[in-house]
Structure formats: structure tokens, C-alpha cells
């Protein structure tokens, strides 16, 4: 096929469609060669033209095509050594997905073709295979950008007034009653008003969206009949992942995603997009070549000394070599991307610490911290670190630089002991309840940099964490040796289901107990999609291959008394700007106050806890007073924000206990508003006077709001 080319441009990566025609751009500095492939059809075996790229500008290959337009399906040869001794390991027998495309046609089929080597050769991944790939490959798409906004704009929410909500595209709307059947599990489903409203009365203003990056399903899952449901195997970083569109794979899925964020945004909620910029799906030098490793694999990957293996930060096989210049601009091009194309909000960085990562230590100061810090576009959006991953110094809890916010694992795992009657200090209690000072504030950080969390979806499902002291994964078929033996967890008295009434209803009260901490505290909270409905993964902890009933929120059978205790639990945070602070408590007399601390820890006697109390305390048992105003901010006018009062007790211990209300400058009279005993919240209740004894039943919390002064 005779087709007219002109040369092009370097510049924007990728290809662009620019009304008249298509720019295509690659970037690879160790290729001696690359042909362009065109497809006429998702299926096709065979590319119906291929075009040589005669020029280079740099390392970037180019080519200009006038006759080409949105819809054109696509993929690249590459020409250059087979030599993986000295990391290159090009084989132009496969099509390669364009790492710049924006939307990626269908998904891989497993096939021995598209490994470069011959599978069960002698020579292993040294040998080299001469068969075609391009059958089983999912072709690149070229794509429209224009898009019809509505002149939406972000709704910019500050950290202090954020709800975070973790959600599943598929599994958050696929077995939804009241979702039409056509668009279940998809985009189109996630902005559907049915799904919006929900989110809306729950007090959500921000969904953070599992990864919706084109990703692989692994072949060993492939063939044991399971699923990535997880998707943290991303190939595409600027493609919405097609399995979760409802107006087709070949550039719909971008559409349609854009107007599911145009319609949360319509509604005030936040898209927060979980991202995997640590590793591909291309795996170990045992994996396959669909992209980057036949591209260039000594660029885009860390190598090992010995470059036929590739260093492995993330215990997925590979890491993205963020050293690079051309990775981090691919990085920073998808951020980018993101942001002003797709228009979302902010991202969450999976295992972050391997970005920080310059050869072998973890440098919070590192080149790709740096670049994002002075990015005009990228620093202005929410970012959020996973602060950890498998490598050697690779834990970072509150060690990432200021700007950034962190999945303070350090909170729920202190929550978690303390609700589960574990020994554990009151000091770093109230640590974690204050927004974790001792992890944020010395940076000059906030304690909205903590993000507050007792449940993720790595993990148990907070029913789950209280109904199962082990984990139970055998469906995932690793025989109950994958996911976290240590979960901190308890089942109160009975492993799993039980139809005994007393440990059922101590389990409702123990959900209770961990949403009110977690809407309580300083920082900002982070609730898993279901937990407030109870949803179960029946006891798995790392249901990563679980694509099923046993992931997707069960909506017919909701705990409608949690869901309703968890909206006005969400709701009384948002109505009270004392529990949502965005500076640090002091620990001094407020102004015009007297000697009235802006906080303030009591013992149950009453007394005011002392230094031997913090730090030799095991405690389950304390009492804290927060003072409405003493909150030294101002609204965005600049006026005084004054809230209400409150005293928070917290009893982990067993059973009741007798508590004595602080003295009369604290507040002349009390009224009771929650009791997680009771399932009770807002409804105020008695009038209790200063220095009066409560009673606190046993593994409860009890929030008393301040009538006189």
C-alpha cells in the first residue's frame, strides 16, 4: 500500500491528531530502526501497511501521515540488537504498543509469541523468537482530544474539607439494582446520577479510582481462570483501560470517561486517580515484549549490574528507571495529561518510595520530587504517596517532602491495635488522633498530610477486620501463602459468619468504633467503598485476582443501620471544623479563653494526664477535650471560625467504665451526641454537669458537646 508520508515532528510524543492529519512520534535512542503499522480492524493478523521511519530528531523517531485520522488503529516495530547480556533486547517479530497512546483497542491474548525468546528454549530468554506477535497484541488507537466540557472547571476542595472515598470502577457499580444493565462495571455506570447521588448523601467530596491505566492481566492468572482485578500492571499510562467502557474499545472509552469526571464534578466530588508509575506489566526478563522492552529496554528499565535482569523494587519483576530523562518525561507527560485532558484532580502514588529511588537508596530530595515541586500544572493538583515499598530503607512514613500527602500506615495500625485490645502506648493514640505531629509537623507539613486510613483495598474489609483473626485466600489458588499474615485484626470470639447474637452485635459496635476514630481525627480519612455497607471479602486479604462476587459491593445485602450511622458520622465531621483543623493544636490557653487549652487529655478519675502517663501508659481508656475556639485559622474571607466544644472519650477497655467529666472551666454542662454503644449519633441526650460521673460501656466512644461555658 501506497501510502503519502511527510516527516513530521518530534514533538508531542505519540500521535496527534491535528484535523488534517496524524504526527507520530516514539522515542527510542538505542534503536537502529522503526516501522509503523497500520491495522484496519481490531483483529487483524496482519498489519495492512508498514511504514519505515526515516527520520530522527535525538532519540525520538518521527513521521507525518495527511491522510490519517481519529480511529486509525496502530502499533510499532522496532529494529536494533538482540543482546540482553548488555540489556537490549529489540526483536522486530513484535508489535509494540505505543507507550504514548491514549487509548489502546482490546486486550492481550495470551500467546508464546509475544515473548522475544523461544519459550522452553535451553538458552531460555537468551534465545530468540521468529514469530509474529501482532495477532494477540492490543492495537494503540489514534484519538479526537476535542472534547465538549460544559465549561467544567475543578472543584479545587482544600485537604481539611476532604472525604476520600477508594472505589473500584467495576466493582463499585456492577451488581448495582438501579444501574441500567448495558453500562454496569463502566465509566458511563460511575457518573450515572444513581451513583452520584449515593456518593452525594454519603458526604463523599473526592473518589480515589483504583487504576484505571490500561493494564495486563498476568498469563498465570489468565490460566488458572482469574482476573487483575486490582489492575496495578499498567502498560498504558495515558489510556483509560477499555475493559471498563460502555461505548467501545477503539477511542470511546475516552469520552466516556471524561464525562463520568464532568458529572462528578458537576456534583462537588473530586477524581483522585490511583497511578503505577514504579513498574509495567512487561514483568521480569522473563516477560513478555508488548511495549517498552522491545522499545527500549535499557532506557525504561533498572537494570542490575549483570543488564540481562532487571532490578526489582516492587516485587512485580521490573522498575521504571525514573534516573532517565526520557522516563520521567513520560511521567510527568501522563500527569500532565491527566490533568488538563482528562481533567481530574489528583493522584495517588502507588508504592512511591521506588520514585524517590536513585541507585540504590531512597532519596527523599530526588530528581522526580524535584521536577513535580516546580511543575506549574502537576504541583497544583492533589498528590498523595504511598510512602513504601519492598526494597531495602523503603519504608517512608512521613519522610516525603512537603506538598505531599501520605497514606499514614502508622495510623492504622495504632487504630487497629488500640480497638483490638492490643498493648499499645495512649502517646502515639493521641498522636494518631491529632493528625501525627510527631510524623508531619517538623517539615512544616500539615496534619493534612496524613492520610487517615483503617482499611485500604489491600487488606480486610473493615467487616472483615473484625470477623477474622487469619486470613483466608485459598480461592486466589497460592494455597494461603500471598496477602499480610499480620493484620492486626480480631474476630471477636468466633472466626467468620456466625449466627451468635452477642458477637454480632459487638462486631457492629467494633465498625462503629473505627469509623467515629477515623471522622474524629485530625488529618484527612479515607474510606474503602463498602465498608460503610459492611461488605465482606469473606475473610481474603488480597483479593488482587478476585474479578467477582467476592470484590464487587454486594448491594442487595447492605447494612443499611451502618450505612446510615457512617452518613451522619461523615456528616458531623463536615458540620465541625474543630475535628478538621489545618494547623497543628498547641496545647496553650486560647485567647479571651483564660487557661483554657485549645486541647486537653484526661484520665477517667477526671485528672489531666501527666508525662508518666504518656509514656509508660498502656491504657485503654482516656479522655479528650477540643476546644471550638481555640482553632487558629480563618475562613477564606478572612473571618473567625468558631465551633462548638466537644469531649471524646474513648474506652477500649472490655467493659463500662465510670468517667468523670472535666472541671466547670471546661464547660459548665454536657450533652451526649454519640455513643458508638448505641449506634447513636447526633440525637443529644441528658445534661450532665461538670465533674459529674458518666457511664462508658465497654469498647465504646462517647462524644459530649459543651451546652454552657
Same mark, same amino acid.
Given at each position: 500500500?501506497?501510502?503519502?508520508?511527510?516527516?513530521? &515532528?518530534?514533538?508531542?510524543?505519540?500521535?496527534?491528531?491535528?484535523?488534517?492529519?496524524?504526527?507520530?512520534?516514539?522515542?527510542?535512542?538505542?534503536?537502529?530502526?522503526? /516501522?509503523?503499522?497500520? !491495522? @484496519?480492524?481490531?483483529?487483524?493478523?496482519?498489519? $495492512?501497511?508498514?511504514?519505515?521511519?526515516?527520520?530522527?530528531?535525538?532519540?525520538?523517531?518521527?513521521?507525518?501521515?495527511?491522510?490519517?485520522?481519529?480511529?486509525?488503529?496502530?502499533?510499532?516495530?522496532?529494529?536494533?540488537?538482540?543482546?540482553?547480556?548488555?540489556?537490549?533486547? #529489540?526483536?522486530?517479530?513484535?508489535?509494540?504498543?505505543?507507550?504514548?497512546?491514549? %487509548?489502546?483497542?482490546?486486550?492481550?491474548?495470551?500467546?508464546?509469541?509475544?515473548?522475544?525468546? $523461544?519459550?522452553?528454549?535451553?538458552?531460555?530468554?537468551?534465545?530468540?523468537?521468529?514469530?509474529?506477535?501482532?495477532?494477540?497484541?492490543?492495537?494503540?488507537?489514534?484519538?479526537?482530544?476535542?472534547?465538549?466540557?460544559?465549561?467544567?472547571?475543578?472543584?479545587?476542595?482544600?485537604? &481539611?474539607?476532604?472525604?476520600?472515598?477508594?472505589?473500584?470502577?467495576?466493582?463499585?457499580?456492577?451488581? &448495582?439494582?438501579?444501574?441500567?444493565?448495558?453500562?454496569?462495571?463502566?465509566?458511563?455506570?460511575?457518573?450515572?446520577? $444513581?451513583?452520584?447521588?449515593?456518593?452525594?448523601?454519603?458526604?463523599?467530596?473526592?473518589?480515589?479510582?483504583?487504576?484505571?491505566?490500561?493494564?495486563?492481566?498476568? +498469563?498465570?492468572? %489468565?490460566?488458572?481462570?482469574?482476573? @487483575? #482485578?486490582?489492575?496495578?500492571?499498567?502498560?498504558?499510562? !495515558?489510556?483509560?483501560?477499555?475493559?471498563?467502557?460502555?461505548?467501545?474499545?477503539?477511542?470511546?472509552?475516552?469520552?466516556?470517561?471524561?464525562?463520568?469526571?464532568?458529572?462528578?464534578?458537576?456534583?462537588?466530588?473530586?477524581?483522585?486517580?490511583?497511578?503505577?508509575?514504579?513498574?509495567?506489566? /512487561?514483568?521480569?526478563?522473563?516477560?513478555?515484549?508488548?511495549?517498552?522492552?522491545?522499545?527500549?529496554?535499557?532506557? #525504561?528499565?533498572?537494570?542490575?549490574?549483570?543488564?540481562?535482569?532487571?532490578?526489582?523494587?516492587?516485587?512485580?519483576?521490573?522498575?521504571?528507571?525514573?534516573?532517565?530523562?526520557?522516563?520521567?518525561?513520560?511521567?510527568?507527560?501522563?500527569?500532565?495529561?491527566?490533568?488538563?485532558?482528562?481533567?481530574?484532580?489528583?493522584?495517588?502514588?502507588?508504592?512511591?518510595?521506588?520514585?524517590?529511588?536513585?541507585?540504590?537508596?531512597?532519596?527523599?530530595?530526588?530528581? =522526580?520530587?524535584?521536577?513535580?515541586?516546580?511543575?506549574?500544572?502537576?504541583? *497544583?493538583?492533589?498528590?498523595?504517596?504511598?510512602?513504601?515499598?519492598?526494597?531495602?530503607?523503603?519504608?517512608?512514613?512521613?519522610?516525603?517532602?512537603?506538598?505531599?500527602?501520605?497514606?499514614?500506615?502508622?495510623?492504622?495500625?495504632?487504630?487497629?491495635?488500640?480497638?483490638?485490645?492490643?498493648?499499645?502506648?495512649?502517646?502515639?493514640?493521641?498522636?494518631?488522633?491529632?493528625?501525627?505531629?510527631?510524623?508531619?509537623?517538623?517539615?512544616?507539613?500539615?496534619?493534612?498530610?496524613?492520610?487517615?486510613?483503617?482499611?485500604? &483495598?489491600?487488606? =480486610?474489609?473493615?467487616?472483615?477486620?473484625?470477623?477474622?483473626?487469619?486470613?483466608?485466600?485459598?480461592?486466589?489458588?497460592?494455597?494461603?501463602?500471598?496477602?499480610?499474615?499480620?493484620?492486626?485484626?480480631?474476630?471477636?470470639?468466633?472466626?467468620?459468619?456466625?449466627?451468635?447474637?452477642?458477637?454480632?452485635?459487638?462486631?457492629?459496635?467494633?465498625?462503629?468504633?473505627?469509623?467515629?476514630?477515623?471522622?474524629?481525627?485530625?488529618?484527612?480519612?479515607?474510606? $474503602?467503598?463498602?465498608?460503610?455497607?459492611? +461488605?465482606?471479602?469473606?475473610? @481474603?486479604?488480597?483479593?488482587?485476582?478476585?474479578?467477582?462476587?467476592?470484590?464487587?459491593?454486594?448491594?442487595?445485602?447492605?447494612?443499611?443501620?451502618?450505612?446510615? !450511622?457512617?452518613?451522619?458520622?461523615?456528616?458531623?465531621?463536615?458540620?465541625?471544623?474543630?475535628?478538621? +483543623?489545618?494547623?497543628?493544636?498547641?496545647?496553650?490557653?486560647?485567647?479571651?479563653?483564660?487557661?483554657?487549652?485549645?486541647?486537653?487529655?484526661?484520665?477517667?478519675?477526671?485528672?489531666?494526664?501527666?508525662?508518666?502517663?504518656?509514656?509508660?501508659?498502656?491504657?485503654?481508656?482516656?479522655?479528650?477535650?477540643? @476546644?471550638?475556639?481555640?482553632?487558629?485559622?480563618?475562613?477564606?474571607?478572612?473571618?473567625?471560625?468558631?465551633?462548638?466544644? =466537644?469531649?471524646?472519650?474513648?474506652?477500649?477497655?472490655?467493659?463500662?467504665?465510670?468517667?468523670?467529666?472535666?472541671? +466547670?472551666?471546661?464547660?459548665?454542662?454536657?450533652?451526649?451526641?454519640?455513643?458508638?454503644?448505641?449506634?447513636?449519633?447526633?440525637? /443529644?441526650?441528658?445534661? =450532665?454537669?461538670?465533674?459529674?460521673?458518666?457511664?462508658?460501656?465497654?469498647?465504646?466512644?462517647?462524644?459530649?458537646?459543651? *451546652?454552657?461555658?
Amino acid at each position: 500500500m501506497d501510502i503519502k508520508s511527510y516527516p513530521g &515532528h518530534p514533538y508531542p510524543l505519540g500521535a496527534t491528531w491535528d484535523g488534517k492529519g496524524v504526527n507520530f512520534a516514539l522515542y527510542a535512542d538505542n534503536a537502529t530502526g522503526v /516501522e509503523l503499522c497500520l !491495522f @484496519n480492524k481490531r483483529d487483524d493478523k496482519k498489519e $495492512v501497511a508498514k511504514i519505515e521511519l526515516t527520520e530522527r530528531t535525538h532519540q525520538i523517531w518521527h513521521i507525518y501521515l495527511p491522510n490519517a485520522h481519529p480511529g486509525q488503529l496502530y502499533g510499532y516495530r522496532v529494529h536494533g540488537p538482540y543482546d540482553p547480556s548488555n540489556g537490549h533486547r #529489540y526483536n522486530a517479530n513484535k508489535l509494540l504498543i505505543d507507550p504514548y497512546a491514549k %487509548a489502546i483497542a482490546g486486550t492481550i491474548a495470551w500467546h508464546d509469541s509475544l515473548f522475544g525468546y $523461544v519459550l522452553g528454549h535451553p538458552d531460555a530468554d537468551l534465545s530468540f523468537s521468529k514469530t509474529d506477535s501482532a495477532p494477540y497484541v492490543p492495537k494503540s488507537v489514534v484519538v479526537d482530544s476535542n472534547y465538549d466540557w460544559e465549561g467544567d472547571k475543578p472543584p479545587k476542595i482544600s485537604y &481539611h474539607k476532604t472525604i476520600i472515598y477508594e472505589t473500584h470502577v467495576k466493582g463499585f457499580t456492577k451488581l &448495582h439494582p438501579d444501574i441500567p444493565e448495558e453500562i454496569k462495571g463502566t465509566y458511563a455506570a460511575l457518573g450515572h446520577p $444513581v451513583c452520584i447521588k449515593y456518593l452525594k448523601d454519603l458526604g463523599i467530596t473526592a473518589i480515589e479510582l483504583m487504576p484505571v491505566h490500561h493494564f495486563v492481566l498476568d +498469563r498465570h492468572l %489468565a490460566e488458572r481462570g482469574l482476573g @487483575n #482485578y486490582w489492575g496495578y500492571n499498567s502498560i498504558g499510562f !495515558f489510556a483509560p483501560d477499555v475493559r471498563y467502557s460502555g461505548s467501545g474499545p477503539e477511542g470511546g472509552q475516552v469520552a466516556e470517561f471524561k464525562t463520568m469526571v464532568k458529572e462528578l464534578h458537576k456534583a462537588g466530588i473530586e477524581v483522585i486517580l490511583d497511578v503505577v508509575y514504579n513498574h509495567t506489566g /512487561e514483568g521480569n526478563h522473563m516477560g513478555p515484549t508488548i511495549s517498552f522492552r522491545g522499545i527500549d529496554n535499557a532506557s #525504561y528499565y533498572r537494570l542490575t549490574e549483570n543488564k540481562r535482569f532487571c532490578m526489582d523494587y516492587t516485587g512485580t519483576g521490573n522498575t521504571l528507571n525514573v534516573m532517565m530523562p526520557n522516563v520521567l518525561r513520560l511521567i510527568m507527560d501522563s500527569l500532565r495529561y491527566w490533568i488538563l485532558e482528562m481533567h481530574v484532580d489528583g493522584f495517588r502514588f502507588d508504592l512511591a518510595s521506588t520514585l524517590a529511588r536513585e541507585l540504590h537508596e531512597v532519596d527523599r530530595l530526588g530528581s =522526580f520530587f524535584d521536577i513535580i515541586h516546580q511543575d506549574p500544572v502537576i504541583s *497544583q493538583v492533589k498528590l498523595i504517596a504511598e510512602p513504601w515499598d519492598i526494597g531495602e530503607g523503603g519504608y517512608m512514613v512521613g519522610k516525603f517532602p512537603p506538598g505531599w500527602a501520605e497514606w499514614n500506615g502508622k495510623y492504622r495500625d495504632c487504630l487497629r491495635d488500640y480497638w483490638r485490645g492490643a498493648d499499645s502506648m495512649l502517646g502515639e493514640f493521641a498522636q494518631r488522633f491529632t493528625g501525627s505531629p510527631d510524623l508531619y509537623q517538623n517539615d512544616y507539613r500539615k496534619p493534612t498530610a496524613s492520610i487517615n486510613f483503617i482499611t485500604a &483495598h489491600d487488606g =480486610f474489609t473493615l467487616h472483615d477486620l473484625v470477623s477474622y483473626n487469619e486470613k483466608h485466600n485459598m480461592a486466589n489458588g497460592e494455597d494461603n501463602n500471598d496477602g499480610e499474615s499480620h493484620n492486626r485484626s480480631w474476630n471477636c470470639g468466633v472466626e467468620g459468619p456466625t449466627e451468635n447474637a452477642a458477637i454480632i452485635e459487638l462486631r457492629l459496635q467494633q465498625k462503629r468504633n473505627f469509623l467515629a476514630s477515623l471522622f474524629l481525627s485530625q488529618g484527612v480519612p479515607m474510606i $474503602v467503598a463498602g465498608d460503610e455497607l459492611g +461488605r465482606t471479602q469473606r475473610g @481474603n486479604n488480597n483479593a488482587y485476582c478476585q474479578d467477582n462476587e467476592i470484590s464487587w459491593i454486594d448491594w442487595e445485602n447492605a447494612d443499611k443501620e451502618l450505612l446510615e !450511622f457512617s452518613r451522619k458520622i461523615i456528616h458531623f465531621r463536615r458540620n465541625h471544623p474543630v475535628f478538621r +483543623r489545618r494547623r497543628w493544636f498547641q496545647g496553650e490557653p486560647v485567647h479571651k479563653q483564660g487557661d483554657v487549652e485549645d486541647i486537653e487529655w484526661f484520665l477517667p478519675e477526671g485528672t489531666k494526664m501527666t508525662q508518666e502517663n504518656w509514656l509508660h501508659d498502656y491504657a485503654k481508656s482516656l479522655g479528650v477535650y477540643l @476546644n471550638g475556639h481555640g482553632i487558629r485559622t480563618v475562613g477564606p474571607k478572612g473571618e473567625q471560625i468558631i465551633d462548638d466544644s =466537644f469531649y471524646v472519650i474513648f474506652n477500649a477497655y472490655h467493659d463500662r467504665l465510670d468517667y468523670t467529666l472535666p472541671p +466547670r472551666k471546661y464547660g459548665k454542662q454536657w450533652t451526649k451526641i454519640i455513643d458508638t454503644s448505641k449506634s447513636m449519633i447526633t440525637t /443529644e441526650e441528658g445534661a =450532665f454537669e461538670a465533674g459529674e460521673v458518666i457511664v462508658v460501656e465497654g469498647r465504646s466512644v462517647v462524644v459530649l458537646k459543651q *451546652q454552657g461555658k
